[in-house]
């Protein structure tokens, strides 16, 4: 599936907040309304697309709950990102899986 296809609630003009580049892939951190209210079962806006801009994965929340990310960092190839609901994550960049969770409250 293309980016451009992606539906993706509340999706703010689709813009993307952040951009950070692992290989071939394109990690991407989507920029999403915050006014609206998120659907219950959370807004998947961590992902990676190739150079045309092919979805390779989707990252899971780590909850299940009215859930997004708000922040994204990659530090010795792993994605560091950090959750609406307190929690930071560490995502695989080849699977989008998450590896381990932290509370950061």
């Known amino acids: ?3 451009s ?5 509340h999706w703010k003009d689709f813009r993307i907040s952040k951009k950070k580049k692992i290989g071939y892939r394109k990690i991407l951190l ?3 309304d915050r006014r609206a ?4 079962d959370g807004r ?4 990676a697309v190739d ?6 994965w989707i990252a899971d929340l780590p909850t299940s ?4 990310y708000y922040e994204m960092e990659i530090k010795d190839g792993i994605i ?18 998450i590896i381990k969770t932290y509370l950061v409250r």
């Open 65 to 68: 709950l009215y859930d997004s």
């Open 1 to 3: 599936m293309k980016l």
């Open 5 to 9: 296809d992606y539906n993706l609630p």
């Open 44 to 47: 998947k806006n961590l992902l």
């Open 37 to 40: 209210s998120p659907p219950e």
């Open 30 to 32: 989507l920029s999403i």
């Open 80 to 97: 560091y990102a950090t959750s609406s609901n307190g929690l930071m994550v560490e995502i695989d960049p080849d699977t989008g899986f």
């Open 51 to 56: 150079d045309d801009d092919e979805i390779l």
